[in-house]
């Protein structure tokens, strides 16, 4: 009987009668009550199993529908915030934003961040002080807490840390729609009056939809739902994380683009040298993630706290703008970085010190007290290095585009540093529109990377952010 739930082995036990004499008890009750004439239970797979200790009642639906839709007002709003300071500081010229920032002259870049540093070090240090012991910390009180998040809290770190990606931050714009999904679900949680495990399951369904809604991505957002925060691709996660998203990322479209994050790329296809360089490139990418991960973790415990990190984003932000005169792609989370390594473009030398530059500076924006996502350039930092090693790759064994590489590279990268090579591998899909037909080397190289990095070690970027127990 392995497979069928508590309930239904009791009333097997208590009314067969031969195989129709089975009825069917079930969290939520099924509207039909005898099983098949087989008299095997429907929970028997797997993934249909009982709600657990999070039902799925009609209240939770309620409060589930107000999460996606204000998640996705959230989205907005975070975005817009986003957009207005990338303007302010870069104008609105033609061109990305990268494109921006590389017309703006040296003076004006460094200034743009020293303008950030003066403005982000003393706003995070009054809001941590007057609002200490207040939770804004979304993946550790879905893992360890109640799943309660600070509005008040989550709102200013989310519009702080906005602000300064905007004026050209190295750290991911993710982490505020993220958190402000989850504070959506924790609201609603309260207001519909539901238990502790439902409100842990809706802030879930709330983060994952936060990135759907920003990035255009209902089945990514999903599947980081179901994969990252929940840890079970379970009919009874899959089913509400899936609704949130989609609702998020359809509110969403009221102001950001229905289309591709990454837009205008080519139809790459399949060879047999992008497949051989997949199986030799994903272990090295799961040993880079690694250690990438391990210094985050470390910055994050050690950054700056108390009165001195009030001028450490000032500091930080001023070296990366001296470095980003030389190297403006540095600046913001790298969504343009990625995107021209994904088109194919920049030479060796340029990708190779992008690759090593993009995770110094985004650690040094960490260590001196910022807060932020570490999703975006993480998978920029993917894409630079399969451009990279594609150039290489393809004076031994051409027949490739650099832009193929670079996809296999980012969707590697990221399933391995959130350890979810499924939502890696569909949120890169649907971030570019492409790569179908490279399917079979970006799994080769997803897996080979997860694996690495998991045997390594095992943190993710979200795992290894967590803070100490007594903070």
């Not at 995770?359 to 932020?372: D, E, R």
Request: net charge neutral; glycine share 12%; proline share 4%.
């Amino acid at each position: 009987m392995d497979g069928i739930t508590t309930t239904e082995q009791e009333n097997d036990v208590e009314t067969a009668e031969g195989a129709r004499g089975f009825t069917r008890v079930r969290v939520p009750a099924p509207l039909l009550k005898r099983r098949l004439p087989s008299g095997r239970g429907a929970t028997e797979q797997p993934n249909n199993t009982d709600d657990g200790d999070a039902p799925l009642t009609v209240r939770f639906w309620l409060a589930l529908l107000f999460t996606g839709v204000a998640t996705g007002l959230f989205g907005v709003l975070m975005m817009v915030v986003l957009f207005n300071l990338e303007h302010l500081a870069f104008g609105t010229g033609s061109g990305d934003y990268q494109s921006r920032v590389e017309q703006a002259s040296a003076v004006h870049r460094v200034l743009s961040l020293v303008i950030a540093g003066a403005f982000a070090g003393p706003a995070w240090y009054l809001l941590r002080k007057y609002t200490k012991g207040e939770k804004s910390e979304v993946d550790e009180v879905i893992w360890a807490g109640d799943g309660r998040l600070s509005l008040r809290r989550s709102l200013l770190t989310g519009i702080i840390s906005e602000v300064a990606v905007g004026m050209g931050a190295s750290i991911g714009r993710e982490a505020a729609p993220k958190l402000m999904g989850g504070v959506s679900g924790s609201m609603a949680a309260g207001w519909f009056g539901l238990t502790t495990s439902q409100r842990r399951l809706l802030v879930a369904c709330g983060a994952g939809a936060g990135l759907a809604a920003v990035y255009n991505v209902p089945l990514g957002g999903a599947l980081f739902t179901a994969e990252v925060l929940v840890g079970s691709v379970s009919l009874p996660v899959v089913l509400p994380a899936a609704a949130t998203s989609f609702i998020a990322a359809a509110v969403a479209w009221v102001y950001l683009p229905q289309h591709a994050t990454y837009v205008d790329l080519p139809s790459y296809h399949f060879s047999t040298t992008l497949l051989v360089w997949a199986i030799v490139a994903g272990p090295v990418i799961g040993l880079l993630a690694s250690g990438y991960i391990r210094l985050m973790g470390w910055v994050s415990h050690h950054r700056l706290r108390g009165r001195i990190a009030i001028g450490g984003p000032l500091v930080a932000f001023t070296i990366l703008g001296v470095i980003g005169i030389a190297y403006p792609a540095l600046f913001g989370n790298g969504k343009d970085m990625a995107h021209r390594a994904f088109l194919g473009q920049g030479t060796f030398l340029v990708l190779l010190a992008l690759f090593a530059l993009k995770p110094l500076v985004t650690a040094l924006c960490l260590g001196s007290g910022a807060s932020g996502g570490l999703f975006t350039p993480f998978m920029s930092t993917g894409a630079v290095f399969g451009a990279m090693a594609g150039i290489a790759w393809s004076h031994v064994w051409p027949g490739e585009a650099v832009g193929g590489f670079a996809l296999v590279g980012a969707a590697a990268m990221l399933g391995s540093s959130i350890q979810a090579p499924l939502a890696g591998l569909v949120l890169v899909v649907e971030l570019t529109h492409t790569g179908f037909s490279l399917l079979v080397p970006i799994m080769t190289a997803t897996v080979l990377a997860t694996a690495v990095a998991r045997h390594i070690d095992g943190y993710s970027i979200y795992s290894a952010r967590l803070p100490a127990a007594h903070e």
